[in-house]
Structure formats: C-alpha cells, structure tokens
C-alpha cells in the first residue's frame, strides 16, 4: 500500500502551500491575493541525477513518486509545450480495471486503488469520480466472454457484475435495448470504474511533484540524447544541455522518434485516436457505457458534454487531428446505442497521437543504452494507468529492476516470445 | 478523408480500402536468427513524414497496393503494385 506523506508536510522550494477549505475561505476574505502559483516554472540547472522527457501524466506522475516514495527529487521533467497540451489533455479520462489477463487486471486495479486515494495523496482536487463502468453485450458468446473475463477479476478480489437487460434498462433508460441490429442482452459493470478530470491530474501531480523538490521545465524541447560508451549522459534541449545520470522517456506517440536519438527502434507504431464532446445538457448519464457491437465509450462530463470516443483511426498518424470517416464510424454506434444523441450537437472533435504497440501493451523497462529508461507503449489506454505506470517507472528508476507489477512490460518480452497480447490479436498495432 | 488511387480501378474512397502496415519491412532469409525475426515480426521505423505501406482493396479489386504516404499531412505521393518500385518523395528519404 501506499505509504505517501500528505504533499503539505513535504518541505519544497516554492510550495504553493496545503490547499484546504479553511484556506478557501480565509482567500475568499482577504480577495483571493494569497494564491501563488501551483507549481514552480523552472529554468534547467546543468545537471540532475535524473531527467524525464516529457510532462504528460506518466512523466508528471513518474517524477512525483521518485521525490514521494523513492526519496529521489533531484528530478526534471522537460515539457516540449505547456503542460497538459498532448495525450493528457486529450483522453476521455476513464479509469477501470475491467481487464482479461491476470497481469494486466493486478497492474490497472493497482492504479485504480491509487486514483482512489489520489486527492489525499496530491491534496490536490482531480475530481475522481467512481460512477461505473459498464460493458455491454450483444451476443451469448459475447457474454461467455465478458463472465470469463468477470470471472477473472473477481479471482484477483476486483469487484465485477453481471446485469441482465432489466437492470441495463433501469441504469440506462435512454439506451435502446432493442436495436434491430445488435440488440443488448446486458452487461458487466465494474462499480470502481469511472472518471477522472484530466487537466487536474497534470496539475495535481506536476504541483505535487514540484513542492517535493523536482524543476517541472515547460518549452522545453528534447533535441537529442548523448551517451557516452554505450550509456547516457544527458539530453541536448532548446534550452541548452542538461546531464543525467537517468533519462526516461515519457512521450507516449512520440517515442519511436525520441528513442531513435538515441539510436534504438521499438515495436511501435504511431496512430491517432479522436475524442468528441457534445453541447452541455442535464444529467442524463451517471455511469461509463460501452458499446459492444462497435468501438464506442461514453460518459457525461461534470460540465454536461456528452464525451465519447472510439477505435484508433487505423493507418499510421502523427497527425493530432482525426478524419471524417471514423467520426463517421463513431457516430453511428453511439446513435444506434442511444438514438437521443442523434439530437445533440457535437461542440469539440479532436486527435491525439498514441503509440500502438505490437501486443496492445504498454512498455516500462529499460533498453539497450544503459541508463535509458522508457515509459511508453500505452496505446488508447495510458489515462487510466497514469498513477501505477508512474509508480513502477520510478520503481524502476530508483531501485534499476522492475516493480513486481510492472516486469512483464519489458522490451525483451518480444524477442522472448512471451507478448502480452490482451485480445490475441497479434503483431498488428493498427488491430489493437 | 483519403482517396487513393488504385492502378487497377482509379481514385478511390479510403472506406473502400484496409490499412496492412508497413511496407518497408522485408522477411529475413530462413536461417537468419532470432534477432532479425524479431525485428521483422516487431519492430518498425515509425517515421514522423513519408511511410511506405500496404492497403487492401477490400471494396475494390481486392490486390494489395503499395503506398507511399505523409504520416503527417496524410497525404498520398504514389500508389503501385507490391513489386512496384515507388518513386522517392519530393522532399527526399523519410524525415
């Protein structure tokens, strides 16, 4: 378990100070000029003990838990842009752990037990919401497979339900149960399942990584990577050369092009991936939905968009924009799942690039330059893992073997023969 | 919204294709090792600019076409056949 210190008894330099409702209305009072800053805008020193490339949730996440729990703040954590701009920003800020392979299911329910702790640990509010997530199914094999898949979880003490179609339709009035072409039979809920706002988590993190010590860089370009006799020794930037003992890559759809400065090819294949928010309306959608007989999620937002995605755009992208035909795709599951959106007018539509790897799994190991340390490989399903695949890459760092819950995504597992293939798809990234 | 233009049946909507990956990648010789299998069967280039890969004519003719497209812009320089040697891209090798 967790055994992080509350972020406000964490001495820092330029610590915004513990946020609380006292401190609420004491600013209220005094017209809110006691705010500073949440965390520190910080110009590079030449060296750190460890540099993280990239300030996205793994990179954020990975540098506060090397201060938090390894003891580790000699950290900096260089960001291209702003803060929160890439994947990040761009997800549709689900989280479960409603996974088939054991490995798998004990990585995500790890992360999901921190997201439940995370405001405690950040002090810091990321509005997790544990509404549920559930899994509809439109066939009976396809309800073999979600009770096999159920039924693993539940061997690994994660909470999953079976729901017939009379409970479906008292969770989900609007869903259309009866759909001439897939009609649903029911579902699998798992209650832990939910959201979580995302723009929160990067300043949760990058706030709470700063006050424990680490320089959070914003516009800050990683332009190369040096080594010397096989092993790095720093990274050149927009803003000068910075040394490092560690360099860890957290640049998710991006990584193939970082790690080829540093002379290595990875099992990855960069696709973009759409994301769509509907005009605000009343609550009409308290839990998760998934489509079965498409590639179709959707959730309501706080704010009251409907927010909804679906499958990758298929052909290999670094375009952070999608194309017509899978929003056309998209939109026709959802209407078919709930025709009521159909009168909806969509606001937002936009792209993020992710990094598909060859077994649908993500990447938390070391490579064959010493020092060199990747945290990548997400696929469409990086949000939900931020708070564990932070935690095992700091693991990772501090310690140079692999947490317990994270040794199975190493580089090796494809040469090994032992890929961690969730839908037995195969080594086709654009079918994952 | 990509058109692309089979030698065989002319321009062409992308929804009537299906995206095969990378076509750059070769089989190594049977006796060639693990390591160049692994790479064959996992590893790929991934280029931020023009990629060379296959696309299925599904609603089409059905013959697998090799196209050199942007990975940015997405937009499409040459179609051929499988053996076709594709003409470089206007602005040289990938980026």
Known sequence: MLTTRPIGSIAGRGSSGRYSILRLFREGLNGQRG???AWRKATPRPRYKVVIVGGGGHGLATAFYLAAEYGIGDVAVLERGPLGLGNVGRNTTLIRSNYFRPENVRFYDHSLRLWEQLERTLNFNAMVSQRGTLNLFHTEAQRDLFTRRANGMRLQSVDAEALDRGAVRSLLPLIDLDNGRYPVLGG????????????????GYARAASAAGADIVEHCEVTGIRQVAGRVTGVETTQGVIGADIVCLAVAGHSSRLAAMAGLRLPIETHVLQAFVTESVKPLLDVVVTYGAGHFYISQSDKGGLVFGGAIDGYNSYGQRG??????EVAAAGVTMMPGLARL????????????????????????????????GWCYGGFKAIPAGGMTTAHLIAHGTPHPLA????????????????????PFPYAH | MLRIRCPWCGVRDEAEFRYRGDASVRRPRGDAGLAAFTDYAYVRDNPRGWHLEWWLHVGGCRRLLKVSRHTVSHAIHAVGAPDDHLPPPPDGARE
């Not at chain 1, 539509?349 to 060199?372: E, F």
């Open chain 1, 35 to 37: 705010w500073s800053h």
């Open chain 1, 188 to 203: 699998f809920l798992q209650p832990r399942g939910g959201t979580v706002r995302h723009d929160a988590v990067a300043w």
């Open chain 1, 323 to 328: 194309t017509l035909t899978m929003a056309e």
């Open chain 1, 345 to 376: 007018r969509i606001v937002r539509q936009w792209g993020g690039v992710m990094d598909m790897t060859m077994d649908g799994s993500p990447i938390v190991s070391r490579t064959p330059v010493a020092g060199l340390i990747i945290n990548g």
């Open chain 1, 407 to 426: 040794a199975h995504l190493d580089l090796d597992r494809f040469a090994d023969g032992r890929t961690c293939d969730e839908r037995g798809l195969g």
